[in-house]
């Protein structure tokens, strides 16, 4: 794996990573490409702080960077915005300010509430709240059409009381065939988010038997991104990556340039 979809820097609220140290580390460990991918979460407030950042600062930044490395590393910009199902014309209008190369679409707040914090599974059990969490996501990708690939789809079972017991693709696959027929019929994909493994999950984001049964199903585009918010977890355990998505039934992984996809053999 050459190429890192999915990392933060600065300009995110959960990262203080500098963008050039995530570049050095990219080619340190031998990547041909990456693509910065930070938060934009409009209505997303924690702390008294907006989960957004200054888009024309952020271009003027990557491009400097992008002159200074270009012997090294292709680098492209990206951004991961946060889906609520009221937001589909704000991002319609966000996206089209700027040439981005990708644009990730993640599901971080259901009903308001970020499963991060542990108040989102109080009173229930893990797999009610991963139910509502799919059914919330299927929305959101009905209502927000700006994006090229649906994030780290199970990111909801890393906060669980009990992570993966209350969960196996099985357990849920109505609702996660819904999103995953969806995301095909209108051209977009799914990633493969390592972070899982960092977090301590046996499975990537989403798990193994998603990605069969998205393959299965004719689903083409897929990208894999660390989602690092520090130098040291740029293409996180990205040796596992090929085997993990030929067993799967995968030949090819995608990059995006200029939002088009491009297809890379494995």
Not at 21 to 26: C, G, L, P, R, T
Not at 57 to 70: A, G, P
Not at 156 to 180: C, N, P
Request: include cysteine; aromatic fraction near 14%; glycine fraction near 8%.
């Amino acid at each position: 794996m050459l190429s890192d979809c999915h990392m933060h820097t600065e300009f995110s609220l959960d990262s203080e990573a500098n963008p050039e140290a995530m570049v050095e580390s990219a080619i340190r460990k031998g990547l041909d490409a990456v693509c910065i991918t930070d938060h934009e979460d409009k209505d997303y407030i924690s702390q008294g702080n907006q989960w957004t950042f200054d888009v024309a600062q952020y271009f003027t930044k990557l491009r400097k960077m992008q002159e200074k490395y270009r012997d090294k590393i292709s680098l492209r910009i990206g951004v991961e915005i946060g889906l609520q199902p009221h937001l589909g014309e704000y991002y319609q209008n966000y996206v089209s300010q700027k040439p981005f190369d990708f644009v990730i679409g993640s599901v971080h707040l259901i009903k308001a509430k970020d499963p991060y914090y542990q108040e989102f599974f109080e009173g229930r059990r893990d797999g009610d709240a991963y139910e509502e969490t799919f059914a919330e996501t299927y929305e959101n990708i009905k209502a927000v059409e700006d994006f090229d690939v649906l994030g780290h789809l199970d990111y909801v079972t890393r906060y669980g009381r009990h992570q993966a017991e209350e969960y196996s693709y099985a357990r849920f696959a109505d609702i996660i065939d819904q999103i995953l027929r969806y995301l095909i019929e209108h051209g977009k994909g799914i990633e493969l988010n390592t972070a899982g493994l960092k977090y301590g999950l046996p499975y990537a984001h989403p798990h193994m038997d998603v990605l069969k049964r998205y393959r299965g199903m004719g689903g083409e585009i897929l990208t894999v991104g660390s989602d690092a918010h520090k130098p040291e977890h740029v293409a996180y355990d990205f040796q596992k990556v090929p085997e993990l998505l030929e067993s799967c039934g995968f030949r090819y992984y995608t990059e995006f340039v200029g939002r088009k996809p491009v297809f890379k053999k494995l």
